[in-house]
């Protein structure tokens, strides 16, 4: 069970880091969202999924 959750994680922050590289904001922007979803995989996505995307 709990691999099938951390696979669900993995796959959210590469999403997340994904749309993030795409994304037209600044370079410096960009790298601190990145930072955040890697250093706190779960609330970073979350935080990126109601803050990030406009």
Do not use: Q, R
């Not at 959750?5 to 993030?20: E, F, M």
Request: net charge positive.
């Amino acid at each position: 069970m709990e691999f099938i959750l951390g696979l669900i994680v993995l796959i959210a922050d590469i999403y997340a880091i994904a749309k993030v590289i795409n994304s037209g904001v600044p370079t410096l922007n960009k790298l601190l969202w990145i930072l955040l979803i890697l250093v706190l995989p779960v609330l970073g996505f979350i935080i990126w999924y109601f803050a990030g995307p406009k």
